[in-house]
């Protein structure tokens, strides 16, 4: 069992930055790919960055290239997400999750076990 629990969330104006946290509990994290999706009501949750369990490789969303950078820390079970230049179509509640053993750098939801609660970002025009 893995809890993940995110921080960092909030209010910002257009253009500025937010870093988001997301401290996972367990053995296992170090094992795993770690995934930020985010989603807006009414709306699909959406992939927005993952990285590999080494932290060697990640992948991003189109929207969010070259905007948002995603690390982690293994010695602190915490993966991190660093959003500059934020828009205001990035406002959303953000979600970590910790992908299945077997996946390598997964995209979609399905290959993620475990959730976390989501933090909200508003961004203001």
């Known amino acids: 069992q893995v809890q993940l629990v995110e921080s960092g969330g909030g209010l910002v104006q257009a253009g500025g930055s937010l870093r988001l946290s997301c401290a996972a509990s367990?053995?296992?994290?170090?094992?795993?790919?770690m995934g930020w999706f985010r989603q807006v009501p009414g709306k699909e949750r959406e992939f927005v960055a993952v990285?590999?369990?080494?932290?060697?490789?990640?992948a991003y969303a189109d929207s969010v290239k070259g905007r948002f950078t995603i690390s982690r820390d293994n010695a602190k079970n915490t993966v991190y997400l660093q959003m500059n230049s934020l828009k205001p179509e990035d406002t959303a509640v953000y979600y970590c999750?910790?992908?299945?053993?077997?996946?390598?750098?997964?995209?979609?939801?399905?290959?993620?076990?475990?959730w976390g609660q989501g933090t909200q970002v508003t961004v203001s025009s």
């Open positions: 999750a910790a992908g299945k053993r077997f996946s390598d750098l997964p995209k979609y939801g399905f290959l993620y076990d475990y």
């Open positions: 367990g053995r296992t994290f170090s094992t795993v790919a």
């Open positions: 990285i590999t369990r080494g932290g060697g490789t990640t």
